[in-house]
């Protein structure tokens, strides 16, 4: 079909121009589609007789399943067919909440056939979140396992409820029949390019959730975008270490490398163990590892040299890498590990792709199919301010906009840009280097600062995991900052430490970025692993200055530091 081929001209030619990032990016455009349905008109073309692993799932005790695209297609024709017999019709929303199990990418592609809406959730949440989605999201259907059905006990709902596992509790209908459907699917219909296809619930760093709708074309061809950042070519193993339930999880365990023909590899874990990690990825030749700043800081306390492994390309992900991490793996394998950027609302906006020089401590630069400016606070294109997509022409990676909320979504795609909330700065070659969230940059001394600027030098210190920079008020300076942390473990937090890491950010920061108070504590996160800095600024906020906190320590409280 004509729409089919322009999708497969645009992956095929990012594919040629993989090393290549001048060419693509001019020469680049997204395919025009009106019908599209990813699983039907490209995935099972593709699997057709087709016996390359699709994807390869190794679990923590040696057991494995690895089927082929061939085995995935059949097998999520009969799971659409068991889809069906339940009840579940185009439009319907269907939320997904599965750990990394074969059955949950049957599921996706059985859901993407019937033209149902998913709404993917991870396994962590609890009844209040469960209850939000049900209501919000207008939730018809529900999948999860046997273990986790209980959660739903007191969620009332007009829902059916089907579980993945032995022996589902009363009023749930059990999966494992969907496998004894028939493998012939016959669609009811045609997808619309522009039909909706899931709805994420964003893991609200600074506010409850965001219903973010995606359509049949801006996630299956908008990862087109995400597919050249990683640098994927047909044959490649790609891990990609992300729960399910975000949407970085649709990005690199579905999409982008499923887009170009590569095995998708998981391996499951109840508790990450960096050298278990690589030496699975030894053994099962893992080519492309993409992974969050916290498994890369986990990582580099392993010897990386003792394990023989057979990575092309390695990619941060989720929040901005700090320097040190990328220079460790370097040292070790020689290989960078290549930074991107994007949001649930989109796919890969920025990166650094492969063949290109990366810059230290940069994001990359625009990915094709995206015009990326930086606005000033007056709507002005500057060299420094929030990052901004223009939307003329409207690029094919971005969601429908927010679940009913017609405002919200206005106002982020006002004045011809969609808006990101994300600060940037951008150099003469068109790098982009993060600065953090435009809710997150504060003034201190009528100067600037940079929460993550601050952050990536203070896990520098070897004591320090993790830390969350917010402003603290000042009677003087009106602010100062402030860096709650959480230390590795071995290090007992009191005032030697805190003044070693105070005299730490003394000689590697400027003075008037300096770290002028430091707070020892487990660190508050979203859902998905984000630290929550509207949390601590709060904290601060409506503090007291009369009196420390527990674990805390100012740089006036040290005689040799002032």
Same mark, same amino acid.
């Given at each position: 079909m004509p729409y089919t081929q322009g999708f497969g001209d645009a992956r095929d030619m990012l594919l040629a121009q993989r090393a290549h990032y001048d060419v693509a990016y001019r020469d680049?455009?997204?395919?025009?589609?009106?019908?599209?349905?990813?699983?039907?008109?490209?995935?099972?073309?593709?699997?057709?007789?087709?016996g390359t692993p699709a994807l390869w799932v190794v679990e923590e005790?040696?057991?494995?399943?690895?089927?082929?695209?061939?085995?995935?297609?059949?097998?999520?024709?009969?799971?659409?067919?068991?889809?069906?017999?339940?009840?579940?019709?185009r439009g319907d929303r269907v939320l997904l909440m599965l750990p990394n199990q074969v059955e949950l990418w049957d599921l996706m592609l059985a859901c993407m056939k019937l033209g149902a809406v998913m709404i993917p959730a991870t396994t962590l949440l609890v009844a209040g979140d469960l209850a939000d989605r049900l209501?919000?999201?207008?939730?018809?259907?529900v999948v999860t396992t046997t273990r986790d059905a209980v959660k739903f006990n007191d969620l009332p709902g007009d829902y059916r409820r089907i579980a993945v596992g032995d022996y589902p509790p009363d009023g749930w209908t059990s999966l494992t029949p969907a496998y004894d459907a028939s493998e012939q699917f016959t669609p009811a219909g045609v997808t619309l390019a522009t039909d909706p296809l899931l709805l994420y619930f964003t893991s609200g760093t600074t506010s409850r959730p965001k219903l973010v709708l995606h359509t049949h074309q801006s996630y299956p061809v908008g990862h087109l975008a995400t597919m050249y950042w990683i640098g994927l070519q047909? #044959?490649?193993?790609?891990?990609?270490?992300?729960?399910? #339930?975000?949407?970085?999880?649709?990005?690199?365990?579905?999409?982008?490398?499923?887009?170009? #023909?590569?095995?998708?590899?998981?391996?499951?874990?109840?508790?990450?163990?960096?050298?278990a990690a690589l030496e699975t990825a030894a053994r099962c030749e893992v080519t492309t590892l993409c992974a969050p700043p916290t498994v890369w800081r986990m990582m580099i306390q392993e010897d990386l040299t003792r394990h023989a492994v057979k990575f092309r390309e390695l990619i941060g992900a989720g929040e901005p890498l700090n320097p040190e991490v990328i220079d460790q793996v370097k040292r070790a394998w020689n290989i960078t590990i290549r930074d991107g950027y994007g949001q649930t609302e989109t796919c890969c906006q920025i990166g650094n792709s492969p063949g290109q020089t990366v810059k230290a401590g940069a994001m990359g630069r625009p990915m094709p199919g995206y015009r990326v400016v930086l606005l000033d606070p007056d709507g002005a294109e500057a060299d420094e301010g929030?990052?901004?997509?223009?939307?003329?022409?409207?690029?094919?990676?971005?969601?429908?906009?927010?679940?009913?909320?017609?405002?919200?979504?206005?106002?982020?795609?006002?004045?011809?840009?969609?808006?990101? #909330?994300?600060?940037?700065?951008?150099?003469?070659r068109g790098y982009f280097t993060y600065v953090g969230r435009a809710d997150d940059v504060f003034k201190a001394s009528d100067y600037r600062i940079s929460p993550f600027e601050l952050e990536s030098e203070l896990i520098k210190h070897p004591a320090v995991a993790e830390a969350g920079v917010v402003p603290s008020p000042d009677p003087l300076r009106l602010a100062v900052p402030k860096a709650f942390i959480t230390l590795r473990s071995g290090f007992q937090a009191d005032d030697k430490l805190a003044l070693d890491i105070l005299r730490f950010c003394r000689d590697h920061l400027a003075p008037y970025k300096r770290i002028r108070r430091i707070e020892f504590c487990d660190l508050p996160k979203t859902i998905s692993g984000?630290?929550?800095?509207?949390?601590?600024?709060?904290?601060?906020?409506?503090?007291?200055?009369?009196?420390?906190?527990?674990?805390e320590f100012w740089d006036v409280d040290f005689a040799d530091l002032k």
């Open positions: 680049f455009r997204w395919p025009v589609l009106t019908h599209f349905n990813w699983a039907l008109d490209f995935f099972d073309p593709q699997a057709q007789d087709n005790d040696g057991r494995e399943a690895r089927l082929s695209f061939a085995e995935m297609s059949a097998r999520s024709n009969r799971v659409a067919n068991f889809l069906r017999a339940q009840g579940v019709a209501e919000r999201g207008c939730v018809r259907h047909p #044959g490649d193993v790609h891990w990609n270490i992300s729960s399910p #339930g975000w949407a970085k999880h649709a990005w690199s365990c579905f999409f982008a490398p499923w887009n170009a #023909g590569a095995t998708i590899f998981i391996y499951n874990f109840s508790r990450f163990d960096a050298r929030e990052v901004a997509l223009v939307l003329s022409p409207r690029p094919t990676g971005l969601m429908q906009g927010y679940e009913d909320d017609s405002e919200k979504t206005a106002y982020a795609m006002r004045d011809g840009y969609y808006h990101t #909330g994300d600060v940037a700065m951008r150099d003469d984000k630290i929550r800095r509207v949390e601590l600024r709060r904290t601060e906020e409506g503090r007291s200055l009369e009196a420390r906190r527990e674990m």
